[in-house]
């Protein structure tokens, strides 16, 4: 296997250019540069800015004592206390091995055998108690960007597997995949990486992502990912003859490297990520923001502004209409010492909560894009802001205005001012007749630092990078002036019989089995139905988690933005579709999801866990009533000939000053115009 991974490795330095390259260690920055590595050859630690060039491993904790019977190692850290210990020559070859993770060790064994002397792992070269020891934590993005080359250790147990993958289509090694069906086997290689343990830890997200290159080890397969191609040992291969690209070359993981080559604020690849991340595991919650802000430091480049406890200051109005994918539970910080020092996680933004997020939630956050083949597809979802946000600090003795959403709706209106100036750098064209659609305008632009992607405006872009310091802020407050208003839960709806559905592999989180399939049914969120004083439909809500919901109850609603989408487009909403005719059908494969109506026949609370709370007769005859088209509370598909108008809510529950997300969802414009009350200050936390 070494053998095969040196080929790699000279193959890509000698044809990939600067491509995956990395800025040499003396040319970095002190918060660039890691403060120890290992030396493999002489087995003890040294100073990171000693040394030219490292190799970094990205793993996961795996119990090597399996084995009944066999008594648990302590793992080996470096601490102050054993820090001088470190640093003598010989120290890890020691007794101090027995204590090692099994992939640590194969990993540093494989490092020598590459010729590569040095070598970055977390657990050996970061001060587990120090006062630095979190600077170290949060600048780990920087370290495995800044890696000749990243070793995934994904495998179950150790870096190697026992096992080993046959050719199950019986190729013989030497032959070479068309086009076709070498995305094919990318796919595989990806989905049996993507199965692994390794891929269900939040910190791994971003390694793998801020890697430029990276050797994979899973079980039974090792295969190699780079800015360029990807190859494998068996099937997709680098050949001595041949020019990159071609068959090898990676299609579909490309998130990678189009955060090192975009040049402008990427709303679409800012929800692959945040979809992709936010299921994941984390030993410490509060390490939600953590251990992706590399990657959001990433982005912030193209960000104006930056982020706000993970959303994009540019594009808040949309992105605090997340929704959970399926059931999400809340992070609450845990104590943690000096890795991980307690923090608050803010409710309204999908970090302060485990769950996939719907990446179909966010698509309004596109429209700014000018071609209808997006992988989101062409939508006539539309959001506009309606308060002025600030955040507020830990203490709340600090606050910051955030201009950014008003920013962004005053470079919307440069597609309509026909004779107006231009933002430095974007250029007005003219459509070919021939490219001409029912929702062009005749008129697109371009910006001069990537003139093939065509929008419908201009957007704010940073001609000068942002600090680090100043790229994304986590004050957990959020703070507005807005309208709110009070609903009756009238009815919950939830899954009636469960369903199945079928995996592929697709590149979009908007083509990913795990978002087009459907979550597993428990899982499935709810949705409530509100209604007003008289007892009228009053819109809809997507239940977050499986606290209980006191049916009949009165919730308040807060107005965070404004929103409209054709009457067409709107029927095929999770949560407008599911009130309609309760059901929904996920894309690939997937029977229809039949849901039941439960409404409040005795004032009683609903848990999601409790089954048959209801007679069977009276969710059969809602269930019938639904299939006659006559809703027990109908909700109108318009207000406006072809376009439904209607607010973008926040159900709040509060807790003394601050209130807290519990839902999101519309209500018609109409209808909250008629019950809402006058606008106050609210604190979100």
Not at 93 to 101: E, I
Not at 132 to 152: H, K, N, P, W
Not at 185 to 201: M, N, P, Q, V
Not at 276 to 297: C, E, F, H, K
Request: proline residues 5%.
């Amino acid at each position: 296997d070494y053998r095969c991974l040196s080929r790699w490795i000279k193959a890509c330095d000698n044809w990939h250019d600067n491509d995956c390259q990395v800025i040499p260690v003396q040319d970095r920055q002190p918060h660039q540069v890691p403060a120890w590595v290992v030396d493999t050859e002489v087995a003890h630690i040294v100073p990171g800015r000693t040394v030219s060039r490292y190799v970094a491993l990205s793993y996961v904790w795996h119990n090597d004592q399996q084995n009944a019977g066999c008594q648990k190692v302590e793992r080996l850290l470096l601490k102050r206390s054993n820090l001088s210990d470190f640093q003598k020559p010989g120290y890890l070859n020691g007794a101090a091995a027995a204590h090692l993770p099994q992939v640590v060790k194969d990993t540093i064994n494989l490092v020598r055998k590459l010729d590569e002397k040095y070598l970055w792992v977390d657990c050996l070269c970061i001060v587990q108690d120090d006062r630095d020891t979190r600077a170290q934590v949060e600048c780990m993005g920087e370290f495995y960007s800044g890696a000749y080359l990243t070793i995934i250790g994904a495998a179950s147990s150790g870096l190697f597997s026992m096992q080993r993958s046959t050719n199950k289509r019986g190729r013989k090694a030497s032959s070479r995949h068309t086009p076709p069906t070498a995305k094919e086997h990318i796919g595989e290689l990806y989905h049996s990486l993507f199965k692994s343990k390794w891929a269900t830890r939040g910190w791994t997200f971003q390694e793998q992502i801020l890697s430029k290159r990276a050797a994979i080890f899973v079980d039974g397969n090792m295969f190699w990912d780079c800015q360029r191609c990807v190859w494998d040992k068996d099937e997709l291969f680098q050949e001595a003859n041949a020019e990159p690209g071609g068959s090898f070359t990676q299609s579909y993981y490309e998130m990678a490297r189009r955060m090192s080559s975009i040049s402008w604020p990427d709303f679409g690849m800012y929800i692959e990520m945040v979809s992709l991340y936010n299921s994941r595991d984390l030993t410490y919650p509060q390490d939600a923001l953590p251990a992706i802000s590399g990657v959001l430091n990433s982005f912030s480049r193209n960000f104006a502004s930056g982020f706000v406890s993970g959303l994009p200051r540019l594009f808040l109005d949309v992105a605090l209409l997340w929704q959970p994918f399926s059931k999400a539970n809340r992070r609450i910080a845990k104590d943690a010492g000096m890795v991980a020092p307690n923090r608050h996680l803010p409710s309204w933004s999908w970090c302060g909560w485990r769950c996939p997020v719907d990446p179909f939630s966010l698509r309004t956050g596109l429209t700014y894009l000018d071609h209808e083949h997006h992988q989101s597809g062409a939508s006539t979802w539309r959001t506009q802001g309606l308060v002025q946000w600030s955040i507020l600090s830990e203490d709340m003795q600090q606050d910051q205005r955030l201009d950014e959403p008003a920013l962004l709706d005053t470079y919307k209106g440069f597609c309509t001012h026909e004779d107006g100036t231009l933002p430095n750098g974007w250029s007005r064209c003219t459509d070919d007749f021939s490219m001409l659609s029912s929702r062009s305008n005749g008129v697109h632009f371009t910006h001069i630092s990537d003139t093939t992607n065509r929008f419908k405006h201009p957007v704010p872009i940073n001609d000068v990078p942002l600090p680090t310091a100043m790229l994304h802020s986590a004050w957990p407050f959020l703070s507005c002036k807005t309208s709110r208003a009070f609903f009756r839960v009238g009815a919950i709806l939830k899954p009636l019989t469960w369903s199945e559905y079928h995996a592929g592999f697709k590149a979009s989180v908007f083509e990913l089995p795990q978002f087009t399939c459907g979550p597993a049914f428990e899982d499935i969120c709810h949705v409530l139905c509100l209604e007003d004083e008289q007892g009228r439909s009053a819109g809809l809500l997507r239940r977050m988690d499986d606290d209980k919901v006191v049916l009949g109850e009165k919730i308040e609603l807060i107005a965070i933005s404004s929103g409209s989408v054709s009457c067409v487009e709107l029927e095929s909403a999770f949560e407008e579709r599911i009130n309609r005719v309760c059901s929904y059908s996920y894309r690939h494969g997937m029977r229809q999801v039949q849901f039941r109506r439960v409404l409040p026949n005795d004032g009683s609370i609903h848990n999601a866990s409790e089954t048959g709370r209801f007679e069977k007769w009276k969710s059969c005859f809602a269930l019938q009533r639904m299939a006659e088209g006559v809703a027990p509370h109908p909700v109108k598909s318009a207000d406006n000939g072809n376009e439904y108008h209607f607010y973008n809510v926040l159900w709040i529950e509060r807790k003394g000053k601050v209130a807290y997300r519990r839902a999101a969802g519309r209500v018609p414009k109409a209808v909250w115009e008629q019950n809402c009350l006058k606008p106050s200050t609210v604190v979100l936390g």
